[in-house]
Structures are given as structure tokens and as C-alpha cells.
């Protein structure tokens, strides 16, 4: 437990740089990361840099699987984490 904080910045961190790195990618019309690799990080924990890399980078805001799945992945991640230390 101990460690949570830390991995949760770091799996956050790591979500957003992917979004912002994905979205060069994408203006730049070169290899891609995967939908896939960017959900399973939303999904371990980096739902938060997730979304914030969606706002801010203006990045797979017109796909359901993001607009929908992301935020659904942060809502259970807090309820989680309220369960958790609660």
C-alpha cells in the first residue's frame, strides 16, 4: 500500500506522455501506438492522465471506446481507491 501513490503517478505519467506521443504521431502520419496499449494504461490505473491527455491534447475525443471508457475507467478506479482505504 505504501507504494500506490507512487504508481499511480507514474502509470498517470506515463498515460499522458503516450497520449501526447501518440497525438505527434498522428499529426505527423507515422506509426501509431496502439488503442489498445492506450486503454490497457487507462485501464491499470492511468484512467486520470488518461482523460487529461484527451483534454489537452484534443486526442481520440470522437471514439466512444475514449470519450466513454475513460471516464468510466476513472469513476470505478476512485470508487476502487474508496473502498480501498475506507
Do not use: C
Not at 8 to 31: G, P, T, V
Not at 50 to 70: D, E, N, Q, S, W
Amino acid at each position: 500500500m505504501k507504494y500506490l501513490p507512487a504508481y499511480l503517478l507514474l502509470i498517470n505519467a506515463a498515460s499522458l506522455l503516450f497520449m501526447y506521443a501518440d497525438k505527434r504521431r498522428a499529426i505527423k502520419k507515422r506509426w501509431r501506438i496502439s488503442e489498445a496499449t492506450l486503454m490497457t494504461l487507462a485501464a491499470i490505473g492511468g484512467s486520470l492522465g488518461a482523460l487529461a491527455g484527451m483534454l489537452l491534447f484534443r486526442h481520440k475525443t470522437r471514439h466512444p471506446k475514449f470519450y466513454i471508457g475513460v471516464p468510466t475507467l476513472l469513476l470505478l478506479q476512485i470508487i476502487l481507491l474508496f473502498f480501498v482505504f475506507s
